[in-house]
T-cell receptor, first 114, second 114 residues
Framework: AQSVTQLGSHVSVSEGALVLLRCNYS??????LFWYVQYPNQGLQLLLK??????LVKGINGFEAEFKKSETSFHLTKPSAHMSDAAEYFC????????????FGQGTRLTINP | DTEVTQTPKHLVMGMTNKKSLKCEQH?????MYWYKQKAKKPPELMFV???????INESVPSRFSPECPNSSLLNLHLHALQPEDSALYLC?????????????FGQGTRLTVV
């Protein structure tokens, strides 16, 4: 079964520092992967998605992710963290079981220190 | 209009009450979803409607009853809920149910069962 694992339930970085949120996938077929962000008391917002067209995917708010098949990874990065980036981040894999189903990782809470 | 609107934002109900959650989108999307999110957990799929027909029911208890009256509306009828059903209920929509479809999420309804 396809799944994703997010390493680190909580990541803390200083403002201006590099953000790296880790996601590894398990899939026997090319996966379709997504990163979503959830701000407190909000719904989920799509940051970016991988659909095999390019291994480096650029998303909103300065985030990007690189698909590495050899490492079965799809890590999310941002060169310089802003206070407004503090949120919960979810990696998800899309599967078809009659219709599309998103299977989410456990999430990573990102804290930004001033 | 790229919004998925959910009402109400907050709901407190007793275990003998009947209530409904409402979700609306005007993006012409033909797939709509209900997800349940417990505190500090990722969203979990409950139901998927594709072209107004129920495509996925993730073995959800019958006290949750979905309804899709038309392509823009999705309801979730609640009856005889338990305190453990307290959660954030998220509605989402996508243009289609393909494996690379982008899901747009609403802000959620925070439900408390007393």
């Amino acid at each position: 079964a396809q799944s994703v694992t997010q390493l680190g339930s909580h990541v803390s970085v200083s403002e201006g520092a590099l953000v790296l949120l880790r996601c590894n996938y398990s899939s026997s077929v090319p996966p379709y992967l997504f990163w979503y962000v959830q701000y407190p008391n909000q719904g989920l917002q799509l940051l970016l998605k991988y659909t095999s067209a390019a291994t480096l995917v650029k998303g909103i708010n300065g985030f990007e992710a690189e698909f590495k098949k050899s490492e079965t990874s799809f890590h999310l990065t941002k060169p310089s963290a802003h206070m407004s980036d503090a949120a919960e981040y979810f990696c998800a894999v899309s599967i078809i079981q009659g219709a599309q189903k998103l299977v989410f990782g456990q999430g990573t809470r990102l804290t930004i220190n001033p | 209009d790229t919004e998925v609107t959910q009402t109400p934002k907050h709901l407190v109900m007793g275990m003998t009450n009947k209530k409904s959650l409402k979700c609306e989108q005007h993006m012409g999307h033909r797939a709509m979803y209900w997800y349940k999110q417990k505190a500090k957990k990722p969203p979990e799929l409950m139901f998927v409607y594709s072209y107004e027909k129920l495509s996925i029911n993730e073995s959800v208890p019958s006290r949750f009853s979905p309804e899709c009256p038309n392509s823009s509306l999705l309801n979730l009828h609640l009856h005889a809920l338990q305190p453990e059903d307290s959660a954030l209920y998220l509605c989402a929509s996508s243009q289609r149910t393909g494996v690379n479809a982008e899901a747009f999420f609403g802000q959620g309804t925070r439900l408390t069962v007393v």
